[in-house]
């Protein structure tokens, strides 16, 4: 099955810096999705990003479908930026949604 | 408008039991799939139902079945359970398999 890789795996950033974070996958997908996971364990839509380029506010996201990955950028973090934050993609053939292992952004005062 | 819902929250099962989640998707959404997230990993593909027919599976044993019923809401039913089958187990609603997906809060299972 596709194979869906997040790096980095943790991110530690001082309040104002900002970020890019990189989902690859392993083969063609028909939709690609951002998600933030808060603490306690709700999933939050950022993005559905299947190609281009979207932006939301601080946060962007661009992705690269013949090049097979995703970035998602956040500007002028902020400590509640602090979180999981998870891409995922659907491949229609297969009839199935595959997570990555996610990215721990921790942002300090 | 609602989002999608769950229950329950939490649940607290022993070893061999049997136990039953519930779904409700968004209004106007048909589509609801299952996944399970266990500590320190992303969410893993259980099912997908649409208009009540399993479109999608995971790798997940038999003990693990879900439904979808005329309103588009849904089960998923596990049976003998084991203690690695305690984890987070979220649902999610779309309008269609492969569009944009809204998750529920989800429900934890702890087996013991």
């Known amino acids: 099955g596709i194979q869906v890789e997040q790096s980095p795996p943790d991110l530690i950033l001082q309040e104002g810096a900002n970020s890019t974070l990189r989902c690859n996958f392993s083969d063609s997908v028909n939709n690609l999705q951002w998600f933030h996971q808060n603490p306690w364990g709700q999933l939050i839509n950022l993005f559905y990003?299947?190609?281009g380029t979207k932006q939301n506010g601080r946060l962007s996201a661009t992705t690269v479908a013949t090049e097979r990955y995703s970035l998602l950028y956040i500007s002028s973090s902020q400590t509640t930026d602090s979180g999981v934050y998870f891409c995922a993609v659907w491949v229609m053939r297969a009839g199935k949604s595959t997570f990555g292992d996610g990215t721990t952004l921790t942002v300090k005062p | 408008d609602a989002g999608v819902t769950q229950s329950p929250t939490h649940l607290i099962k022993t070893r061999g039991q049997h136990v039953t989640l519930r779904c409700s998707p968004i209004?106007?959404?048909?589509?609801v799939s299952w996944y399970q997230q266990v500590l320190g990993q992303g969410p893993q593909f259980i099912f997908q139902y649409y208009e009540k027919e399993e479109r999608g599976r995971g790798n997940f044993p038999d003990r693990f079945s879900a439904r979808q019923f005329p309103n588009y809401s849904s089960e998923l039913n596990v049976n003998a359970l084991l203690l690695g089958d305690s984890a987070l187990y979220l649902c999610?609603?779309?309008?269609?398999?492969?569009?944009?997906?809204?998750f529920g809060p989800g429900t934890r299972l702890t087996v013991l």
């Open positions: 209004s106007g959404h048909k589509s």
């Open positions: 990003i299947p190609s």
């Open positions: 999610a609603s779309s309008l269609n398999p492969g569009t944009e997906q809204f």
